[in-house]
């Protein structure tokens, strides 16, 4: 009889969800991915209303694991690795509250490891900055429009897709060949 695996849950947002999105779900043991909004004052907030910057939303990921095949850790060393978490409501050009760096933890643990892991790349000057990643715990989650689901994979060819998602998933698939599906 196969034992009962208890997935795990992690919201990050970094930046644009179209690109936190595409270098998550090429990874084993990321079982889903819901690209949508968190953090916020306005209920069922559109994607208008987010991108107009005053709802107080992140554009951001919820990530459903399996903590047997790939670590909160793991997933946190990715998701440091392929934003940069040294500017304050920026990402590239995407500039505003929503895209924002921010870990939104749901247990105690995932606080603790991420603290650890900020203080640790803090220690060692891995970005040159200080880290503006925010912590804040997991508040109530609304998923972005259809459209923007799975969007890198079905819009590849879009200008915004080829030139600032591809190199990321590329980097990912140098980097994290291992953990890799």
């Not at 919201?11 to 990321?30: N, Q, R």
């Not at 554009?59 to 990715?78: D, K, R, Y």
Request: glycine share 8%.
């Amino acid at each position: 009889m196969e034992k009962d695996i208890k997935m795990e849950m992690t919201t990050f947002a970094g930046g644009c969800f179209w690109c936190t999105e595409a270098v998550f779900l090429e990874l084993k043991g990321v079982e889903a991915i819901v690209s949508g909004y968190i953090g916020g004052k306005t209920l069922n907030p559109t994607y208008k209303e987010i991108c107009q910057g005053d709802t107080g939303h992140a554009e951001a990921i919820q990530i459903s694991f399996n903590p047997e095949v790939i670590s909160f850790g793991e997933l946190l060393e990715l998701f440091f690795a392929t934003h940069d978490p040294t500017t304050l409501n920026r990402q590239g050009n995407d500039v505003g509250t929503q895209y924002r760096s921010e870990i939104f933890y749901h247990n105690e643990e995932q606080k603790l490891i991420s603290e650890d892991f900020i203080r640790f790349l803090t220690k060692e000057d891995v970005f040159g900055k200080p880290i503006v990643t925010q912590l804040s715990p997991a508040s109530t989650f609304f998923e972005a429009e259809d459209y923007h689901q799975n969007y890198y994979n079905q819009n590849k060819s879009q200008g915004y897709c080829s030139f600032v998602i591809t190199p990321k998933v590329a980097k990912v698939r140098q980097y994290f060949k291992e953990k890799l599906k």
